[in-house]
Every structure is written in structure tokens, then in C-alpha cells.
């Protein structure tokens, strides 16, 4: 474990933390509908999350999610609340003249966000594949130090990257005055959910 081990971790976690994925899609759409305040608790949520099973998994390996029997369980039950979460997100009233007014419905609340971390399809390949590159490259590193080190660093590339998704959607929900537009948006977002689940449908 070096520095150039260190600087390739934070990037990997950043790259797959930061781009377009569920966790990203569920909070822009929920910053345009709830607003930034309220989006709070599904951030910490999400971030607990991933945090969680980043710590757990690197401590104790990733061998076992690679039993047939617990992949596909978690494949299809990612996908089946995946397609209620888009639902939801494009059905969301949004709310009128500003996104931190008070909006129809209730934003995802923290337990959500953080008992969603263990189907997200996205997140388990993004554990099998940082374990697995990352954990043999580490040399002699500790078991427990290795899951403190996965924990924080994936842990706080998915706070920045939540949060500054969230906060594209609510400058987009106060952009658009009107409701209709965060409609859109949200349509879009939910479009783009289902467009995700493609490649793990197909896999």
C-alpha cells in the first residue's frame, strides 16, 4: 500500500461514485421534487450505505457474492425496486414556484437510502471490483486497516457525488418555475433509471 495505491483507489471510487447511476439518478430527481433539505436524510442514508458494506465486505472478502444464487437475488430484486423507484420518481408531485417548498408525497428517508445500498446492482459490481483489483494490489496491509481505508475513501466520494447531484436537482426545481418542468425532469431522471438497468437485465 502506496500513495499511487491510494491516488488509484480515490479515482476508481470517484469515477464510479460520481457518474450517472441509481443512487445519483434517485437524489437529482429528488432535490427538483423535495428540495435540498429535505433530500438530507436519503443522502446520509445512501452514504451509510455504502460505507456499510464497503467496510464489511473488504474486511471479510467478497467471495461470497459471487455465488450464483445470491447474485441473481440480488440482481432481481435491484431491478424490481429500481422499477418502483422509477415509478415514483416520475409520478412525484412536484412542488409549485420553488423546490424547497413543501411538495406532495414523501422524499426517500434515510432507512431507504441505506437499505437500498444492498441491491444496488451498481454498487455490488463496484465492490467486487474494487475488492478484487484493489485488496490483492494492497500488499501486506491489514485486514481491518484495508476495510477502515475502502470505507472512508468510498464513503466520501459517494457523499460528493450524492450531494452534488442533489444539488443539480434542486437548482433545476428552482430554475423551473413550473411545475410541469420538473415533471419533465423527473421523467427524464426515471427514464434514464430504467435505461440503467439495461446492461444488468442483460447480463
Same mark, same amino acid.
Given at each position: 500500500? @502506496? ?96 423546490? @424547497? ?38 500488499? @501486506? ?35 423551473? @418555475? ?26
Amino acid at each position: 500500500m @502506496d500513495f499511487a495505491w491510494l491516488t488509484g483507489l480515490t479515482i476508481f471510487a470517484f469515477a464510479m461514485a460520481a457518474t450517472p447511476g441509481p443512487n445519483n439518478t434517485m437524489v437529482a430527481a429528488s432535490g427538483a421534487t423535495y428540495g435540498m433539505a429535505r433530500s438530507l436524510p436519503v443522502i446520509a442514508g445512501i452514504t451509510f450505505g455504502v460505507t456499510t458494506i464497503m467496510l464489511v465486505v473488504s474486511a471479510f472478502g467478497a467471495s461470497f457474492i459471487v455465488y450464483p444464487a445470491v447474485g441473481v437475488t440480488l440482481k432481481w430484486l435491484g431491478i424490481a425496486y429500481l422499477l418502483w423507484l422509477a415509478w415514483k420518481i416520475a409520478s412525484a408531485e412536484p412542488a409549485r414556484g420553488s423546490a @424547497d417548498a413543501t411538495a406532495k408525497g414523501t422524499p426517500l428517508s434515510f432507512l431507504q437510502g441505506a437499505l437500498f445500498q444492498f441491491i444496488n446492482p451498481k454498487l455490488w459490481v463496484m465492490v467486487a471490483s474494487a475488492v478484487a483489483t484493489y485488496g490483492q494490489a494492497a500488499g @501486506d496491509a491489514g485486514e481491518i486497516a484495508l476495510a477502515i481505508i475502502f470505507g472512508v475513501i468510498f464513503g466520501t466520494m459517494t457523499f460528493i457525488s450524492v450531494f452534488a447531484w442533489t444539488a443539480l436537482g434542486a437548482s433545476v426545481g428552482r430554475f423551473f @418555475d413550473s411545475p410541469r418542468a420538473v415533471r419533465v425532469f423527473n421523467g427524464i431522471m426515471a427514464g434514464l433509471l430504467v435505461t440503467s438497468l439495461l446492461p444488468v437485465v442483460f447480463a
